[in-house]
């Protein structure tokens, strides 16, 4: 009390150059002048003498990515649930606190969406873009979504989703702005998936040198779109097999997204296989044993893909 005395008589006297507060350090002095009302408006204009320009503030939506999907090719596809990470960016000249953005949208395309409560971002440097996780969660690990919906079956390739962003600061200052997520198209993109041996000369599964080995390979479509009369050819230029067969086009048949199965190029043994072939008596134990694979469908696409046999 006796120092807030002190200085309130040099404020009214305006004795700011000559008088002294014997018992005041300078931050106790800042921190009473920045606390007080009336005459510390004066105080701290006339001691600084150059008043800062005011900082504008901008919240605005930067940008959006596919954080999860159904099928993982981080497109927005029908009958998808799908997790978007959105960024904000301020574009002002201020750094802002406590920003919280309420996301929502009524697109008929959409169901389940979340969340509904505000997502908090927290503070937003200027001109610095900012994303966090729905629970607000900015760090580099654990990275999840800031919003999430399940797309319609009936929604079409180019269907706009509009998502409105209500956003608030510290201040109580607000923005308002908003988004399309677009519905990607379907596309089938075929790709090699794996292979089973099913006969060999002793038994064991493992492909050794010397032995005639039957392969059923695994094809996958991992794209979204049907893929219909699907056919494939293998082909190898290993010096360490011989007899590869069949040659032909094998059929796979009709794929749906994301299916994956083996075709038939021929049965023997009482199995359906896909490729066989002889390994030569020179293979050592880690030869591997490169077999490529021609794609196509009814569609006249064609994927190519190529794995390894690896010798035992
Ligand atoms: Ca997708
Ligand atoms: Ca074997």
């Given amino acids: ?64 990515t596919v954080y999860s999907d159904n099928n993982g090719d981080k497109i927005v596809n029908k009958g998808e649930t799908v997790g978007l990470r ?41 001109g610095s873009t900012k994303t966090v996780n729905y629970d607000g969660y900015a760090g580099s690990l654990a990275e999840s979504y800031t919003v999430k919906f399940t797309v319609s079956n009936s929604a079409t390739a180019g269907t706009q989703i509009p998502i409105n962003i209500s956003i608030v600061d510290e201040s109580g200052n607000t923005w308002a702005d908003s988004f399309n997520a677009v519905v990607g198209s379907e596309t089938a993109e075929m790709a090699y998936d794996k292979y089973t041996v099913v006969v060999d000369y002793d038994g064991d599964k493992k492909v050794e040198k010397g032995e005639q080995v039957y392969l059923q390979v695994l094809l996958r479509n991992i794209g979204s779109g049907a893929a219909n009369a699907v056919k494939a050819s293998f082909s190898s230029g ?28 021929g049965y023997d043994f009482s199995v359906y296989y896909t490729i066989m072939f002889t390994v030569s008596n020179s293979a050592t134990a880690g030869t591997q044993i490169p077999i490529n694979i021609g794609m196509v469908d009814g569609s006249s696409n064609s994927w190519t893909g190529s794995f390894n046999v690896k010798v035992e």
């Fill in 86 to 126: 959105v960024s904000l960016k301020n574009t002002g000249t201020g750094t802002t606190n406590a920003v919280e953005a309420t996301f929502s949208s009524n697109s008929p395309s959409i169901s389940g969406f979340t969340p509904t409560t505000a997502v908090n971002y927290a503070t937003i440097a200027a």
């Fill in 238 to 265: 290993s010096s360490y097999i011989s007899g590869l067969s069949p040659t032909t086009q094998i059929d796979y048949g009709n794929y749906t997204g994301g299916q994956s199965k083996y075709g038939q190029g």
């Fill in 1 to 64: 009390m006796k120092k807030n005395i002190q200085l309130m008589l040099c404020s009214l006297l305006f004795l700011d150059a000559g008088c002294s507060y014997p018992e005041l350090t300078m931050d106790e002095i800042r921190e009473l002048t920045k606390t007080g009302t009336g005459g510390s408006d004066g105080m701290d204009s006339g001691g600084s003498g150059s008043d800062e320009p005011v900082k504008e503030i901008s919240i605005k939506f930067d940008k959006y």
